[in-house]
């Protein structure tokens, strides 16, 4: 019987939730540009080859953390639950971009990469993020807005969000609550159009 090395990935007990975990535990601390096999690889106290049994280079390590980061973040899935109205909608939204916004803010670069990656249909799936996605698209539904410009709005708002944090880095947090404020306000007109 060969026996493993140590660091091999069976030995260490690497499972890409632990890859994942930590290559944004390294984008907390050192931002996506700071991300490496090595600073994954470190931070799971293995060697960096033990990681290319699970991703075979960065880019995707850069997908696996696209795909899984959102696990990380804690959407509030339940507040979409039997919403009665636009403006509850609304305000439930503008909360959790708010908290989406302190999420990415906590990692750098990430909003970015995020963007960059992202894909149509976000709500088919498993994790975290299809389950928020389908709470808020189901809410809409439910408020009257038809299945297709309820994924269109979804796309446009989830999109507007990104690009805003991506934009910002610097700026002040009131640049960004002022323009979610109005892009919400458009937001609403629009629902009202479809729900009424």
């Given at each position: 019987?060969?026996?493993?090395?140590?660091?091999?990935?069976?030995?260490?007990?690497i499972?890409?939730s632990?890859i994942?975990?930590a290559?944004l535990?390294?984008?907390?601390g050192?931002?996506?540009?700071g991300l490496?096999?090595r600073?994954?690889a470190?931070?799971?106290?293995?060697?960096?080859?033990?990681?290319?049994?699970h991703v075979h280079n960065?880019?995707?390590?850069l997908?696996?953390?696209?795909?899984n980061a959102f696990?990380?973040?804690t959407g509030?899935?339940?507040?979409y639950?039997?919403?009665?109205?636009?403006?509850?909608?609304?305000a439930v939204?503008?909360?959790?971009?708010?908290?989406?916004?302190?999420?990415y803010a906590?990692h750098?670069?990430?909003?970015g990469?995020?963007?960059?990656?992202a894909?149509p249909?976000?709500?088919r799936?498993?994790?975290?993020?299809?389950?928020?996605?389908?709470a808020?698209?189901?809410?809409?539904?439910d408020?009257?807005?038809?299945?297709?410009?309820?994924?269109?709005l979804?796309?446009?708002s989830?999109?507007w969000?990104?690009?805003?944090?991506?934009?910002?880095?610097?700026?002040?947090?009131d640049?960004?609550?002022d323009?979610l404020e109005l892009f919400?306000?458009?937001?609403?007109a629009?629902l009202q159009?479809l729900?009424?």
């Open positions: 019987m060969t026996r493993r090395h140590p660091s091999s990935h069976a030995a260490a007990g499972s890409v632990a994942a975990d290559a535990a390294v984008i907390r050192n931002g996506v540009d490496t096999m600073s994954v470190e931070r799971l106290n293995v060697r960096a080859p033990s990681l290319y049994h960065k880019d995707e390590l997908d696996l953390v696209a795909r696990d990380q973040f509030d899935n339940a507040a639950q039997g919403l009665r109205s636009v403006d509850e909608w609304i939204t503008k909360a959790g971009a708010l908290e989406l916004r302190a999420f906590g750098p670069g990430l909003a990469l995020i963007q960059a990656k894909t249909d976000r709500d799936g498993e994790g975290s993020r299809a389950e928020l996605v389908r808020q698209l189901e809410s809409l539904v408020l009257g807005v038809p299945e297709v410009q309820a994924r269109h979804f796309e446009v989830a999109r969000t990104l690009a805003a944090v991506v934009a910002e880095s610097n700026a002040s947090p640049l960004f609550a323009g919400m306000d458009g937001l609403r629009r159009e729900t009424t």
